[in-house]
C-alpha cells in the first residue's frame, strides 16, 4: 500500500513506516502531522487517483527530527570581467514518519469512490472501442519532395571568371 501526497508544495511517495525528508514544518518533535492532500492511494492493486485529491484520505505521521540539509554552494562568475560571487545555503528539513494512510475512519469515502471508479472502468470496457483511422504520411516521400523545391529555389549564384588585369611594366634596371 502507497499514496502519492503532495505536502509544503512537494509531491512524495509514502508507505506505511516509511522515512521522509520534508521542508520545515510548524509542529514540534514528536507530535503527530496529518496530510490530506493526497493525490493517489494504491491499496491491494487497487488505485484510486483523486479530482484533484482523494476525498476524506488522510495520511498520518509522527515528526522525528528538525535538521538542515547539506550546504550547497552558488557561484557566480563572468570571465574577463572580474565579477565573482559565492554563496552558500543549508535548507531546513523535517524528518517524518509515515504512520498511516486513511486513518481516522474515512476509508469508508475511499472506497465508495473505488467502486465508482471500478463501475465506471466495466462499462467502458463493455462497449466496443470505435477507432479511427486517419491514413499516416511518409515521412520520407514528404522530406524527399520539400528538399527537391528547396534546392530548386536556392541556387547558387554563378561564378564570373575573374578578369586579368595587365601585368605593370617593370623598369629596366641600370647598370652603374
Do not use: W
Amino acid at each position: 500500500m502507497y499514496a502519492i501526497v503532495e505536502i509544503a508544495g512537494q509531491q512524495f511517495k509514502v508507505e506505511p513506516g516509511k522515512k521522509i525528508f520534508v521542508h520545515r514544518l510548524e509542529a514540534e518533535e514528536g507530535k503527530k502531522v496529518e496530510f490530506d492532500q493526497v493525490l493517489l492511494i494504491e491499496e491491494d492493486g487497487k488505485i484510486t487517483i483523486g479530482e484533484p485529491t482523494v476525498e476524506g484520505a488522510v495520511v498520518e505521521g509522527n515528526v522525528l527530527d528538525h535538521m538542515r540539509g547539506d550546504k550547497v554552494i552558488v557561484f557566480k562568475m563572468k570571465r574577463k570581467k572580474g565579477y565573482r560571487i559565492k554563496n552558500g545555503h543549508r535548507q531546513n528539513f523535517t524528518q517524518v514518519e509515515i504512520v498511516s494512510i486513511n486513518g481516522k475512519g474515512s476509508a469508508k469515502k475511499a472506497t465508495a469512490k473505488k467502486e465508482e471508479i471500478k463501475v465506471s472502468e466495466t462499462t467502458a470496457a463493455e462497449e466496443p472501442a470505435k477507432v479511427k483511422k486517419t491514413a499516416a504520411k511518409k515521412p520520407a516521400e514528404s522530406k524527399a519532395k520539400t528538399g527537391a523545391k528547396k534546392a530548386d529555389e536556392k541556387k547558387p549564384a554563378e561564378k564570373k571568371p575573374a578578369e586579368k588585369k595587365p601585368a605593370a611594366k617593370k623598369a629596366p634596371k641600370s647598370k652603374e
